[in-house]
């Protein structure tokens, strides 16, 4: 059974920095694309950005230079590096497979939310 959990979302003042984490467990890690979304209150889950399987990593353009993407393929593990949050980057964070042929997984998401 494949499952994706996130983890490292909370409640941080404006200016801070979370290191969300997603965890995959019943599939190959190692030959997944991941990606990260991002679902603010009253609005549509959107897409921050994803990794390929060898690291590379792509961002949407509303977070380019503010967050980074990471993974460690021995942990079964991709990371969100958020700096300088905003009240603007509170929402309910996931991750999710990128297989282009085969069916998708979301995790249950993480909730970070950005006081001013």
């Known amino acids: 059974q494949v499952q994706l959990v996130e983890s490292g979302g909370g409640v941080v003042p404006a200016g801070e920095s979370l290191r969300l984490s997603c965890t995959v467990s019943g599939i190959d890690f190692r030959r997944l694309p991941m990606g990260w979304y991002r679902q603010s209150p009253g609005k549509e889950r959107v897409f921050l950005g994803k990794?390929?399987?060898?690291?590379?990593?792509t961002y949407s353009d509303a977070i380019k230079g503010h967050f980074t993407i990471a993974r460690d393929n021995t942990k079964n593990t991709t990371w969100l590096e958020t700096f300088n949050l905003k009240p603007e980057d509170t929402g309910v964070y996931y991750c999710?497979?990128?297989?282009?042929?085969?069916?998708?997984?979301w995790g249950p998401g993480t909730q970070v939310t950005v006081s001013s």
């Open positions: 999710k497979t990128e297989m282009r042929t085969s069916a998708n997984y």
């Open positions: 990794i390929n399987n060898l690291g590379a990593a």
